[in-house]
């Protein structure tokens, strides 16, 4: 069993910058690990993966540019700094871990097999 703690969300203003931290207890460092978000009244939907070993990326088109996954498997964390944030990056953000050791994208919520509670990441225009 995986569980998963987010942190590091909060309000910022248009520009600013954001943290997200997630750390997973339980074995995750062979797995991939992803970032998704849900906005008000929208459907979660995915932000960025990670593979095992970092080496392998992928992004939503919404952010790529401006936010960066990476993973510290010796602490069993994964971030999410996001830049040059915009209001319509406000949603609950919510990490997952996909039981899959490829380095193929995984884009897909139903992919992934455990979900942290979420942290709150607000941006005012």
Do not use: H
């Not at 319509?88 to 942290?116: I, N, Q």
Request: with cysteine; hydrophobic share 35%.
């Amino acid at each position: 069993q995986v569980q998963l703690v987010e942190s590091g969300g909060g309000l910022v203003q248009a520009g600013g910058s954001l943290r997200l931290s997630c750390v997973a207890s339980g074995r995750t460092f062979n797995y991939v690990m992803g970032w998704f978000r849900q906005a008000p009244g929208k459907e979660r939907e995915f932000v960025a993966s990670i593979n095992w070993s970092g080496g392998s990326t992928y992004y939503a088109n919404s952010v790529k540019g401006r936010f960066t996954i990476s993973r510290d498997n010796a602490k069993n964390t994964v971030y999410l700094q996001m830049n040059s944030l915009k209001p319509e990056d406000t949603a609950v953000y919510f990490c997952a871990v996909d039981r899959y050791s490829g380095s193929d994208a995984r884009t897909y919520l139903d992919l992934y097999d455990y979900w942290g509670q979420g942290t709150q990441v607000t941006v005012s225009s």
